[in-house]
């Protein structure tokens, strides 16, 4: 079991906490697929404090290294971006929206998807194995999930239209590659 704590092993304890993280996305695109919301999202969440395991682990354990740099932001894509997203295209746009406004909102998820993949890219070309700054510049992909999330129990508790989600989701793309400043838990 020595792997688990070796940072040349692609199984590292880290890492396996990332594959877990994956896991867990792509068992959320499923449930989204068969219009099983709520657990799409309590498997999002689960994919999430995995997430912040496995950075946590990593450094602890000196683990950190570029090929975890590179799965995590995979991980972070699929968990934090794409299942968000798709989310909200089939539990808002698809049931409620239809010809110009559903183009609109293809539009905005696709430029959403552009912006977080951008985010991640940017930030595993300017990322050090083992360094965390104080402060991340534009909203982490993470954080935006939670976002979209918020804005989807919006819409499903009436709180806001299919066309406010729309809106409301170009921001958050806009601020994932903002300047904005954002403290590093």
Do not use: C
């Amino acid at each position: 079991m020595d792997f688990l704590y070796k940072p040349s092993s692609h199984f590292n304890l880290a890492n396996l906490f990332t594959f877990v993280n994956i896991t867990a996305g792509l068992l959320a695109t499923y449930n989204i697929t068969h219009n099983n919301f709520v657990f799409a999202i309590i498997l999002a969440w689960i994919g999430g404090a995995f997430d912040i395991f496995d950075g946590k682990i990593a450094r602890k354990y000196n683990l950190s290294n570029e090929f975890g740099i590179q799965l995590d932001s995979f991980a972070d894509f699929l968990s934090f971006v794409l299942v968000p997203v798709f989310l909200i295209f089939q539990a808002v746009y698809s049931p409620q929206l239809s010809g110009l406004s559903m183009f609109l909102a293809g539009v905005v998820s696709i430029a959403y998807v552009i912006a977080g993949l951008r985010r991640l890219i940017h930030f595993n070309i300017n990322a050090d194995a083992g360094e965390v700054d104080k402060f991340f510049t534009g909203v982490p992909t993470p954080l935006g999930a939670i976002l979209l999330w918020l804005v989807y129990l919006s819409n499903a508790y009436a709180i806001l239209s299919a066309f406010s989600v729309i809106i409301l989701m170009a921001i958050i793309a806009w601020s994932l590659n903002s300047t904005l400043k954002v403290p590093h838990p």
